[in-house]
């Protein structure tokens, strides 16, 4: 029977919750220990060692008033360490700040307060995009100087390895199955985000665009690999 049991955390996502308020920390690690195996940081320096020392961790809680190092500081040093989905946590709501979370390399926003059930929702719908884009055996693309493996899901510019986030490659991923198409921006966001379109979430998906355009063009000003289509939504020829 243990060999079941050990055998069974191992297949469960790992989660990283990091918050300087250790009681936000006790509260999520009870939402979240039933179904994933959770690990805690206090700060952004702590945040930054556990994933260093932890290639396994699938997804990071993150707070974005912290003392000393920032949320959004954290996320931007995160992201040369881990590709994996980051949900920033916060009492901060307003359209700018949600558009910061996404310009420093996160996946996705979560209010406080928040329910259980919302918290779930978007751990379970950040999780299921970052399994999905991480286990398809499909060919190669080349397109411009860019070359897409789906099967190890890399990308390369002219031959340098790009470190895209889950969001970023899923986007690119979705837009190549569609190549030649247009593809409007609210079925870009459910496809890629799990979520119906609402309101606002066409800056969400025009920043993300963005942020992957700067990492794939070779003038993001005037891009030739994901271009805008004008009143409908992107495309790659």
């Not at 500081?73 to 996404?102: G, Q």
């Not at 970023?168 to 921006?185: F, M, P």
Request: proline share 5%.
């Amino acid at each position: 029977m243990m060999p079941e049991v050990i055998n069974d955390m191992a297949a469960r996502s790992h989660i990283l919750i990091v918050d300087d308020d250790a009681d936000i920390r006790q509260v999520l690690r009870l939402l979240l220990r039933e179904d994933y195996n959770v690990s805690e940081a206090e700060d952004g320096p702590a945040a930054i060692r556990e994933v260093k020392e932890n290639a396994d961790i699938d997804l990071i809680i993150l707070d974005v008033m912290m003392p000393g190092m920032s949320g959004w500081e954290t996320c931007d040093a995160l992201r040369a360490l881990t590709n994996a989905p980051v949900l920033f946590l916060t009492a901060k709501s307003a359209e700018k700040d949600r558009l910061a979370a996404y310009r420093s390399g996160g996946d996705d926003f979560l209010s406080k307060p928040f329910s259980h059930d919302e918290l779930l929702a978007k751990v379970g719908s950040l999780l299921r995009r970052y399994k999905e884009y991480r286990g398809k055996p499909e060919a190669a693309l080349a397109v411009e100087n860019l070359e897409i493996d789906f099967a190890t899901h890399s990308v390369k510019n002219a031959g340098t390895p790009v470190a895209l986030t889950d969001t970023e490659y899923a986007i690119l991923e979705y837009l190549l199955h569609n190549r030649g198409t247009t593809v409007t921006t609210p079925d870009l966001y459910e496809a890629v985000w799990k979520e119906r379109f609402l309101p606002g979430s066409g800056n969400t998906v025009m920043v993300h665009v963005l942020n992957l355009r700067r990492k794939i063009e070779e003038n993001p000003s005037s891009p030739k690999v994901v271009r805008t289509v004008w009143g409908k939504g992107y495309q790659i020829d």
